[in-house]
Structures are given as structure tokens and as C-alpha cells.
């Protein structure tokens, strides 16, 4: 199994990114022309970790996510329900408390975190509702999530550019640098298949997080959410 369908049964997800897992960072590296690291110093603003903070990073796969969190002082827990993005990451960066771990049910105690982020996983969840519940019940009152996620282009024009790449660049490019390339057609159609940027916007409100707002970046390509839970 190296693509999961878009029902996104939890085996065969976590099996696609154990399949990925060893040329993941390239691959995104290549695919997104380089913007995949804009697009994390961006994340890292919005959590806006400080010494001693707790953070929590769903979705962390190899920790590359997580690493500008810890240069800030912060503890940092990478969290992922792929065991071989885990071991992947354990192997480079062995100082990190890697955790395996589902998003619908995380293994963390009520009110441990200062922030909860997830960026590029909410869209692989099964049930991405009960995710933002759970992230909302480990974080501390007062606390906040910042989700980064790929999004609907604003300018119809691009957005239909966009989409023309998803489905048709993006699988050529991933065969030649991916090792595992069927991952990546899942991975497009998933894209087209989220809620734009205010359908989001709802699910974060109705999980009980405030203030929610988003940012878009390149375009709309990706968005920046963020919320609040009341102290």
C-alpha cells in the first residue's frame, strides 16, 4: 500500500508516509519550488514559541517542523502516527522526544500545552473534527493552535493554474524524486478535496477555539489559521 484513498482509513495513511518517509523533505523541497520553507518560518511567527513553553507538533513526520520551535528555548513534542516518519526523525535528530501518536485521540493529559500546530496533516486526518476537539482539550486556557495547510488560490486565474499542476506536474515530478510517487497523486487530490479557507474557519469555531482568524500565503496555495482557548 503506498496510496491511501480519500476516505483516509488511518492504516493506509500511515503506511503511505511510511513509504515516503525517507526523501519526504526533498520531495516536498522540490514540489512546492522551494515555497515549503517560507512556509514553515511563517508557522514558526505564529506559534511564536518562548523559552519554556510547552509546543506540541502534530504531524511533525521527520521533525524538520519542529526544530524551529526548540531553537527558541521551547519543549518541543514531534507527534505522528507514522512509525517509520518516526524513526526517520529519531535517526536525525535523536535529541527530540518523538511520540507516535493519532491526532483523534492524543496521549496527552487536559491543559498541558502552551501551543498545538499542525501543519500539512489536519487534510490527512479521517476525522479532522474530532483533531481540532482534542487539540483544543490538551491545550492550556489561554493557549493556541496554528494550523498551516494547503488552501483554494483567491485569484480564480491561479487557481486554475494550480489545479492543473496538482493533477497533472505534480505526479511526473514526484516519480522522479519521490520514493514512492503514488503518494503523491493521493496528496493532490486531497488538496482539491479541502474545505476553503471560511469552511475551516467554521470546523476551528465549532471545536470550541476563539478569535480565529487566517492569513493567506502564496496566494491562498496555503493558509495560516489560528485560535485561541478561553482562559
Known sequence: ???????????????????VAERYDLTNDVL????????????????DARPAQKVLDLAAGTGTSSLPFART????????????MLRVGKKNHSWLPFTAG???RLPFRDDTFDAVTISFGLRNV????????????????????????FSHPTWAPFRTVYTEYLMR?????????????????YLAESIRAWP?????????QKA????????NLTGGVVTLHRGFKQG
Request: hydrophobic share 45%; aromatic share 8%; charged share 25%.
Open 169 to 185: 506536474a505534480l505526479p511526473p515530478v514526484a516519480r522522479a524524486v519521490s520514493s514512492a510517487p503514488d503518494a503523491y497523486v
Open 1 to 19: 500500500m503506498t496510496r491511501a484513498s480519500l476516505d483516509k482509513q488511518p492504516h493506509e495513511v500511515a503506511s503511505m508516509f511510511d513509504n
Open 32 to 47: 512546492s519550488l522551494g515555497q515549503d520553507r517560507r512556509w514553515r518560518k511563517e508557522v514558526a511567527k505564529a506559534v
Open 102 to 104: 493519532d491526532a483523534t
Open 126 to 149: 479521517r476525522d479532522f473534527d474530532a483533531a481540532l476537539r482534542e487539540m483544543h482539550r490538551v491545550t492550556r486556557p489561554g493557549g493556541r493552535v496554528v494550523i498551516c495547510e
Open 73 to 84: 528555548g521551547a519543549y518541543v513534542v514531534p507527534c505522528d502516527f507514522s512509525l517509520g
Open 208 to 215: 470550541g477555539w476563539s478569535k480565529v482568524a487566517w492569513r
Open 196 to 204: 476553503d479557507q471560511a469552511a475551516l474557519a467554521g470546523h476551528l
